[in-house]
T-cell receptor
Framework: QKEVEQDPGPLSVPEGAIVSLNCTYS??????FMWYRQYSRKGPELLMY????GNKEDGRFTAQVDKSSKYISLFIRDSQPSDSATYLC????????????FGTGTQLKVEL | DTGVSQDPRHKITKRGQNVTFRCDPI?????LYWYRQTLGQGPEFLTY????????KSRLLSDRFSAERPKGSFSTLEIQRTEQGDSAMYLC????????????FGPGTRLTVL
């Protein structure tokens, strides 16, 4: 079993739609739960992170963590064409270098 | 632009040749990471430095790979005797050690081995 599972997509939605992106993980020791956005030919950039179970909102983006189910989600409201990118879930164990464990990424396209 | 730069952005080489990539991190960041990303996959950790000390290497980093950070500033990643399986995007990231230690990624070096 892979440590992180993420549906690679591609996912195509109309402008204004609500997008739901999800990951499951198996390592219960992960402490931080993150979402990165990666535009084509660019490096990933941190979008949001959470530390505990529950929801965290930032503008049109909401990150949700359910530690009991080992499941995290990212919701994008009122999606825009500029949201078209690959979204990577990532997990962090602090200590020992803080190396990130990424999902495969979900490719999202928001159509006009 | 995150402030992390990588050079070159693209490299095409023939199998068996050696290649070297450079990463310049954000100046006050004492941690520097190398990741590899193949098509359709997320980045995978290769190695990291704290200042000039290389503290961890992934088993993905075969003996053909070597990384240095001689003065705790820029870093180089060298691949000797390249193979077609080395074709990937090589990403560098830097961070502080305090708090979350958010990693800021460079644009990557895309390597194609013919």
């Amino acid at each position: 079993q892979k440590e992180v599972e993420q549906d690679p997509g591609p996912l195509s939605v109309p402008e204004g739609a609500i997008v739901s992106l999800n990951c499951t993980y198996s390592n219960s020791a992960f402490q931080y739960f993150m979402w990165y956005r990666q535009y084509s030919r660019k490096g990933p950039e941190l979008l949001m992170y959470t530390y505990s179970s529950g929801n965290k909102e930032d503008g049109r983006f909401t990150a949700q963590v359910d530690k009991s189910s080992k499941y995290i989600s990212l919701f994008i409201r009122d999606s825009q064409p500029s949201d078209s990118a690959t979204y990577l879930c990532a997990f962090l164990l602090t200590g020992g270098g803080n190396k990130l464990t990424f999902g495969t990424g979900t490719q999202l396209k928001v159509e006009l | 632009d995150t402030g992390v730069s990588q050079d070159p952005r693209h490299k095409i080489t023939k199998r068996g040749q050696n290649v070297t990539f450079r990463c310049d991190p954000i100046s006050e960041h004492n941690r520097l990471y190398w990741y590899r990303q193949t098509l359709g996959q997320g980045p995978e950790f290769l190695t990291y430095f704290q200042n000039e000390a290389q503290l961890e290497k992934s088993r993905l980093l075969s003996d053909r790979f070597s990384a240095e950070r001689p003065k705790g500033s820029f870093s180089t990643l060298e691949i000797q005797r390249t193979e077609q399986g080395d074709s990937a995007m090589y990403l560098c990231a830097s961070s502080l050690t305090q708090g979350l230690g958010e990693q800021f990624f460079g644009p990557g070096t895309r390597l194609t081995v013919l």
